[in-house]
């Protein structure tokens, strides 16, 4: 461990189940979030790849099973990032997010933590904590993965159940889990132990630093992307009276000089980058393409003195609202005994180039500045209550009372999530946005919804979103069968069968994000040949629970296979998988009414 550049991993990589261990329970908090980014945390905990972006489709399918109602990630408000591609299968995870309503004119939800549990033998638990939100940023972030063990180097965290009963509580950990984490201990990096971890849920007000993290330390480096001069009197509190400082310029610009603080610099970060699925998985081993830049967003403090070092790190920047509050954060005290990694710290920091006040960008600091009053106006808009109506007559908008001020203030925009490009005014004094017209097809339906602000004075400033909204008219299990059935088509129909039969997954080899084929012909899978008599007792006596518990759901999808069969556009296509249809449906009931009806 260290913050060589050498030594980067992957957040997705920590959480990937073991063999033989399946995922019971994940708590996420993130500041921002990129949908395509959580579909490839549900590929990492469910699916059968390595690299969560190049799952086969029916991969995708089993992960999506295997987590559903497993997952919640806990995001600020307003801050979902706007998806550019994969659109139609994204509405899946509408139910896996929940917004928190921190009004970030005054406070924000910003811990970037992870909490999970996993079946095997024995049970075990994983704890992350950092700086990263979950993103496509390739911004250089920390953090800290801890992870229960039998080991005689393991400890008690007795914090960590206490942060999930109190900052996740949205998370609705039961008193089981709870005595779980209280009785767990836990294996830290080689080198380090957790003293401390420390958090504040919205609104809440505790310092982070109460006292010096090292007594008459020798060194002191800090790195954090946004700071303020009440913050970095805070961080000379930890130690020492001389600070190492790496931040950005326009950071830097609006604090320096300041006494006992040496200012360095380098890019400043992207955090609410989208992720490119085409990068991750074509892009991935290119050898002559210029890397994109990575600014630094992780929020650091390393105290040293002799051989003794500690470490503060999570998602706290070192600005008032970040270390005293009232902003939600999240942070871990370490005890360091590892000189090499104190040591790669303190490099990192004074890496960067010695601050120089005639680099600021004015334009650019001018235009930073724009953006957060367009924020502060999206902030007014989303105390208003938001609302949606699945309808006969299509999908409305409703807005409660107190949009008007917002609405003044700036240009906003709602559309559908499925037809980002289908911009509606919100103009003052609506309390109803038509949204779509007609009736609208399940497998459509969703309770994510597009918007868009655009500041008054500089059309240039803009910021789009997307929200999961309180909904009616909406039967969430039936638009994700409805959508499943969508997804696999008639042309992976039958591999769907087979993989639920035998395990088999017969689209490796393509990826989930392929459109879909047409019907392959002379597939040698032969359905009548699946259901015979001989299969069914051969996969129940392998599995009978598994078997028991995949028919039932086999019978739950058969009703979406059928409506999205019935909508084929091609007629010999559309023949061909109703007949396939009707082939499986009267055995699979005759095994389904025998298993679940006792006969």
């Not at 006969?392 to 559309?415: H, I, K, N, Q």
């Not at 004094?429 to 097809?441: C, E, N």
């Not at 087979?498 to 019907?519: F, I, P």
Request: hydrophobic fraction near 40%; proline fraction near 5%; charged fraction near 25%.
């Amino acid at each position: 461990m260290s913050f060589a550049p050498k030594d980067r991993i992957s957040v997705f990589g920590t959480l990937r189940p073991d063999f033989g261990q399946s995922v019971s329970k994940v708590v996420v908090a993130t500041y921002s979030l990129d949908l395509v980014a959580l579909l490839g945390l549900v590929l990492t905990l469910g699916g059968d790849g390595e690299a969560e972006f190049e799952n086969s489709p029916l991969s995708l399918v089993k992960a999506f099973d295997s987590v559903r109602g497993k997952l919640r990630v806990l995001h600020q408000m307003g801050r979902i990032v706007a998806p550019k591609a994969h659109r139609s299968i994204l509405p899946l995870l509408d139910t896996m997010v929940e917004a928190i309503p921190a009004n970030e004119r005054r406070q924000s939800w910003h811990p970037k933590v992870a909490l999970a549990r996993y079946d095997g033998d024995p049970v075990q638990w994983r704890f992350w904590i950092g700086s990263r939100n979950l993103t496509g940023s390739r911004d250089l972030d920390a953090g800290l993965l801890l992870v229960t063990s039998r080991d005689r180097a393991a400890r008690p965290v007795a914090d960590i159940a206490e942060l999930a009963r109190n900052l996740l509580v949205e998370g609705e950990f039961t008193s089981t889990e709870l005595d779980e984490l209280r009785a767990a201990r836990w294996l830290a990096p080689t080198g380090t132990a957790v003293r401390r971890l420390l958090w504040r849920r919205p609104g809440e007000t505790r310092p982070f630093i109460s006292a010096p993290l090292l007594d008459r330390a020798e060194m002191v480096s800090a790195v954090s992307p946004f700071i303020d001069r009440t913050g970095l009197c805070e961080v000379l509190r930890a130690g020492s009276p001389l600070v190492t400082l790496l931040t950005n310029d326009v950071a830097a610009g609006e604090c320096a000089p300041l006494s006992g603080i040496d200012f360095r610099t380098a890019s400043a970060p992207e955090p609410e980058t989208t992720v490119s699925v085409e990068q991750q998985t074509e892009d991935r081993t290119a050898e002559f393409t210029e890397p994109l830049p990575e600014g630094v967003h992780a929020k650091l403090i390393a105290v040293s003195k002799g051989n003794q070092s500690a470490i503060m790190l999570g998602s706290a920047n070192l600005t008032k609202r970040g270390l005293l509050g009232p902003n939600a954060e999240a942070v871990a005290i370490l005890d360091v005994t590892d000189k090499a990694l104190a040591g790669s710290l303190h490099g990192f920091a004074k890496s960067g180039f010695e601050f120089d006040p005639s680099r600021v960008d004015g334009e650019l600091a001018e235009r930073e500045e724009s953006q957060r009053q367009l924020d502060e106006r999206i902030a007014l808009f989303l105390e208003c209550e938001l609302g949606l109506k699945y309808e006969d007559v299509g999908l409305t908008l409703t807005l409660g009372a107190g949009a008007d001020t917002a609405l003044a203030s700036a240009r906003f925009e709602a559309a559908p999530f499925l037809d980002p490009d289908a911009w509606v005014r919100i103009d003052t004094g609506m309390r109803s946005v038509q949204l779509l017209r007609g009736s609208i097809v399940p497998s459509e339906q969703t309770s994510l919804v597009s918007f868009r602000a655009t500041s008054l004075k500089d059309p240039t400033i803009q910021r789009c979103w997307v929200l999961s909204l309180p909904v009616s008219g909406f039967d969430r299990d039936r638009r994700d069968l409805a959508l499943l059935a969508r997804y696999i088509g008639a042309s992976r129909f039958r591999d769907w069968l087979r993989s639920q039969l035998d395990g088999l997954d017969g689209t490796a080899g393509e990826r989930w994000s392929d459109g879909l084929l047409k019907s392959r012909e002379g597939d040698p899978s032969r359905i009548p040949e699946m259901f015979t008599l001989e299969t069914m007792l051969s996969v129940w006596a392998r599995d009978p629970r598994g078997f028991e518990r995949r028919t039932a759901g086999m019978m739950a999808m058969l009703d979406s296979f059928r409506e999205t069969f019935e909508e084929l556009p091609d007629e010999e296509e559309r023949r061909a998988a109703l007949a396939d249809l009707s082939e499986v449906r009267p055995f699979l009931q005759t095994v389904h009414d025998a298993i679940h009806g006792g006969v």
